[in-house]
């Protein structure tokens, strides 16, 4: 699919790899739409790309304000192409830690908002998808979702955030599998050590030591990196049904 003159929306979009990629897609003439429960950041995002973009506060686990998001990018760009589901978090607790068993409001929030908000934005941007017309390969719309390495080797600490990047994945090959008749494809992204917000806020030398774990190249990988593994997704056609992992070749250690 071209990126050009296309609906893109973008969860978790005024910060880090969605922001990252938000600004990629915009230069290569996407229209993009972001959805991030920051009002601020997210609608000073928004106006950077002018009258090309939206800006809509969005709690993606809640299915009303994904639906009144979705009716907001309808009502300026009449549909969407490509969502792109950056948002989540991480709340690390071990199961069993030195104040008893872990809280499960915390351990339930990280998978609603990871893997149950990933599934909300599929189901309801699918459904807008599958109105438009097919381009002359067949194809009707792109879901990109965001997983994580920790998905596979989720290190102590990481059972909520494991589980729920490892959901994803789970949501990916029966997705694509349903959408195929659709002309919709569903990729997913497994990022290693990044550079978000998250990762920028620990001290520089644990940052270094953090990169220096990454057989090659030994740093922290960039969002623009993790925005240009996007664009290609969006482009190649026949990527379905995968998930990439973008991480140097990187295997977390158990802590």
């Known amino acids: 699919m071209e990126i050009k003159d ?11 790899l969605g922001l990252a990629t938000a600004q990629e897609l915009s230069r290569q003439g996407a229209k993009i739409a972001i959805w991030d429960l920051n009002r601020e950041a997210g609608e000073a995002t928004a106006g950077e790309f002018g ?3 939206i800006f809509s506060p969005v709690d993606v686990s809640d299915e009303a304000s994904v639906a009144e998001a979705v009716k907001a ?3 300026k760009f009449g549909t969407i192409h490509v969502a792109i589901n950056c948002a989540g978090i991480g709340i690390p607790a071990k199961l069993l830690g030195k104040e ?14 990871n893997l149950i908000g990933t599934v909300n934005v599929i189901r309801l941007a699918a459904q807008q998808m599958n109105l438009n017309s097919p381009n002359p390969d067949g194809e009707r719309g792109v879901i990109v979702n965001t997983a994580s ?9 990481q059972t909520s955030y494991a589980a729920s990047k490892a959901g994803i994945i789970g949501v990916t090959l029966p997705a694509a599998r349903e959408f195929a008749p659709l002309g919709i494809r569903v990729v997913t992204i497994a990022p290693g050590l990044f550079e978000t917000p998250m990762m920028m806020g620990l001290p520089e030398k644990v940052q270094e030591a953090l990169g220096m774990s990454v057989p090659f190249p030994s740093r922290l990988g960039r969002p623009a990196e993790y925005a240009g593994l996007v664009a290609h997704i969006i482009e190649n056609s026949m990527i379905n049904g995968e998930t990439i992992r973008l991480d140097g070749a990187l295997r977390m250690a158990p802590r």
């Open 6 to 16: 296309k609906t893109v929306v973008i969860t978790g979009g005024a910060s880090g």
């Open 149 to 157: 390495v920790a998905a596979y080797e989720g290190q102590i600490g």
């Open 73 to 75: 990018v309808i009502a």
């Open 51 to 53: 009258d090309n973009a």
């Open 100 to 113: 008893g068993p872990v809280d499960m409001k915390g351990w339930t929030k990280t998978i609603m908002i």
